[in-house]
């Protein structure tokens, strides 16, 4: 469980973590792993923090109002990476006090400086799986850059009650909902959707993130697996599910992945004469048609192709899918083209890409799913099908590793990433067939026959 990998955490950032079932871990498991990363970090708060919390951190010392104190803090992390900051230990409640969060995005701007991340809880929940903001709530920083809303799976199926729920009655008026009803995948996505709930008070620069803790049992997988599902059908970037208490378990990162079909090439090997192999007839469309619809019934987000040669007659061929299609007036340069022309092309909400060559017709939509599970998995740089031990197509590729897709020239694709960053790929074995590639009328003839 690489936090800081799943959470595509750059080297300075200001997290506020939100909701309920499992903040406080959250927290202090994030910042140990920054740390052994060679980071520093503060972790603190905006509310309260019980005394016996406190001692979760290996280094706990409580702010003052002066100056001085502000520079006392940031000397200590050359020495002492990771440190908890808190306000005053109150002797009546055995909570710390949290900090304003004015003081925190002060703090924020000057650790950016020396690349410090603070790690903020910005919410209280009284030790519930599951919460919706009271009118005050939650208290987050706004220079956050990251906001983690948190619920515990161990919260499905138990009723909406104080018991199991801190705020039910809140939780009941957001989703619409009975009191004492059974928590459910789409009361949590109702909450967590909401501009009074999990979206509440968030800063419009911050990035989203839902994290499902917890998930143990294979009931509370499918539980997480489907709110995750309702989630990303709301209109959310990604979602992360796993277990912090226990190791054995894997997480997953489920995110928006595209599909680019590869269809302006110049069939170079065909016959001008019988067009291009992008037309040819396949069942009861087109190679590229036949692409776009095995995209459609695939678990991509969106379908994107990249039109070239005899571009008009591409688009025209695929009005009846409607599908987008982007134009790369450079196709006659090579694929490493069409590569850019489509990554550019996509919205800043992918998390992943998987680039489908139309002339190869035995790619299914089983095949994109296996991509896309291996992928959610593993939140891998790159998750590549392999056929008798060697690389083979399609290939997704996660958008952290898409600066290296825009460098790449001539007629290539993105194999020689691959080769690259062998080391970070995750494998998916499968049958021969996806490597039967058209390259002229002889494969096509061919292929026909053994289908005949």
Partial sequence: MNLPLLLRLGSSELISIVGAGGKTTLMFRLAEQLVDAGHKVITTTTTRIFAAQTKLAKNHIVLGQHTDDIVRLFSML????????????????????????????????IGKLSKCTIIVEADGSRMRPFKAPDNHEPMIPTDTTIVISVVGSDVFGRKLNEINVHRPQIVSRIANVDPESKVTPEIVSDVFLSPIGGMKRVPDKSRWLPFINKV????????????????????????????????????????????????????????????IKQLLPWGDDTLVGHSVKVSMKSKVNTIKVVVGNRHKEVVSSLRHVGVETVKNENWSIGQSESLKIGLKSLDDDIGAVIFLLADQPFVDSDLINALILKYYETAALIVAPKVNGKQANPVLFDRDIWSELLMIKGDIGGRNVVDKYKGCVEWIE???????????????????????
């Fill in 78 to 109: 050359d020495y002492i990476p990771n440190i908890l900051v808190t306000g005053l230990v109150s002797q009546d409640s055995d909570k710390a006090y949290g900090l304003e969060p004015q003081i925190i995005n002060d703090l924020y701007r």
């Fill in 216 to 275: 143990k049992t294979s009931d509370d997988n499918t539980f997480a697996i489907n709110t995750a599902n309702l989630l990303m059908k709301g209109g959310v970037n990604e979602v992360l599910i796993g277990s912090l208490l226990d190791s054995t378990k894997s997480f997953m990162r489920f995110s928006k992945v595209a599909s680019i079909v590869l269809a302006a090439g110049g069939s170079t090997r065909m016959d001008p004469n019988l067009g």
């Fill in 430 to 452: 499968w049958d021969d067939s996806i490597v039967y590639e058209i390259n002229d009328m002889t494969d096509y003839r061919k292929i026909l026959e053994e289908l005949d």
